[in-house]
């Protein structure tokens, strides 16, 4: 792919950064503050969603070959289909499984079609500060996103704060057709279990499982601390841009030395300090200033998980994106059914945070090799 392939993909993802963080950060807010559902019944939408999105990745590696032209704008579709659900839907039992299914469409539909031409455009020497640099584009926009989402939503409302975001997000799909011709049309990908390994398997629940306490707990922390949208916007701001220069620096080091697994670990472990400084928070301060050393200690560890994975699958990389795609919602939804579970017999979110820890020590597993699998079949 030439130099306007990869800046079409950084627009994209800037603006579906921007689109999602600005409104999605708010969906289990709305559904707990303003729709009546316990706190752990809120995930319930994310955890069906994820459910969903293994079964779709299944079907992708099991077609012939896929249009990722056509599988990006289906998945931003369903994304604008999500947050119009919340605009009419106001039964929360209904919303939270229609939003599901639109979840479990948009995830993998829009994300193994994207992460396969970020694949594509690297090699070795430079997959570790490509990667870097593109997932450094959320942080970057979660810094100034979900700030003015609660804006949106303090001074207006949230029908305002929704209808943005489908602007945000149709104007990402305009985007992908403007770049059409660009994106590689027919490409196939296929799930290889023995090809991954066994540790890589682990480190990917793993990291999986992680991003669901994460994603999740992360905001019923929050709302326990503040049950205003403009400073829940506003906490959410403060995290991950620093965190978003270091992991393109380390990964141009990781390019150089080509030892992505010490980076890999190194954030994983570093990360477990950071949990336990979550679960003694005892103010929106506290809290604010443990979950911003969170995002910077665990910042890199997708980017490492991913590079090596890659680096495994050189002369095949849409297995790897399509494996570790697998792998991940099966460890999101884990830990999401878990987290669900314990909230709703007894324990705070800060207490179900320290389940953070044992999926960290999972992500320390990620092994690299120096021979490449060969092409499947």
């Not at 369903?78 to 599901?100: C, M, Q, R, W, Y």
């Not at 992460?115 to 997959?127: I, S």
């Not at 472990?269 to 301060?285: D, G, N, Q, R, Y």
């Amino acid at each position: 792919m030439d130099r306007r392939a990869f800046v079409g993909l950084v627009i994209i993802n800037l603006l579906l950064a921007f689109g999602n963080t600005f409104a999605a950060s708010f969906n289990m807010i709305y559904l707990i503050k303003h729709l009546g559902l316990k706190p752990w019944q809120a995930p319930a939408y994310e955890l069906i969603g994820f459910f969903i999105a293994i079964f779709v990745s299944v079907w992708m590696s099991r077609r012939s070959h896929i249009d990722p032209r056509n599988m990006l704008i289906f998945g931003l579709g369903s994304l604008i289909a999500e947050f119009t659900l919340f605009l009419v839907v106001k039964d929360p039992v209904v919303l939270s499984l229609l939003v599901g299914v639109a979840f479990g469409l948009y995830y993998p539909m829009f994300w193994n079609p994207c992460n396969v031409l970020m694949a594509q455009m690297t090699k070795k020497d430079d997959r570790g500060v490509t990667y870097g640099a593109i997932f450094f584009l959320w942080p970057l926009a979660t810094f100034i996103a979900p700030f003015i989402g609660g804006l949106v939503i303090g001074y207006f409302s949230y029908q305002l704060l929704y209808l943005i975001g489908i602007a945000l997000i149709f104007v990402t799909a305009l985007t992908v057709v403007a770049y059409r011709n660009y994106i590689p049309k027919d490409q196939v990908m296929r799930i290889r279990i023995d090809a991954i390994g066994k540790r890589n398997i682990a480190a990917l629940i793993g990291e999986g499982g992680f991003e669901g306490v994460f994603w999740i707990d992360i905001v019923l922390v929050t709302y326990l601390f503040s049950q205003s949208e403009v400073e829940i916007g506003a906490v959410f701001s403060l995290f991950g841009l620093a965190a978003g220069i270091m992991g393109i620096i380390l990964g141009r080091v990781s390019d150089r030395i080509q030892n992505r697994q010490f980076f890999s670990s190194l954030s994983a472990l570093a990360s477990i300090p950071c949990v336990v400084m979550i679960f003694f928070s005892k103010s929106l301060e506290e809290f604010a200033l443990a979950n911003g050393l969170l995002e910077f200690a665990s910042f890199v560890l997708p980017v490492f998980i991913f590079a090596i994975l890659t680096d495994r699958f050189e002369q095949a990389k849409n297995d790897s994106v399509v494996g570790r795609e697998f792998f991940l919602d099966i460890g999101r939804s884990i830990s999401i059914a878990t987290l669900m579970v314990l909230v709703m017999s007894g324990l705070t979110p800060q207490q179900v945070f320290l389940m953070a820890i044992p999926f960290l020590l999972l992500g320390t597993l990620a092994h690299e090799e120096r021979k490449t699998p060969s092409v499947a079949g």
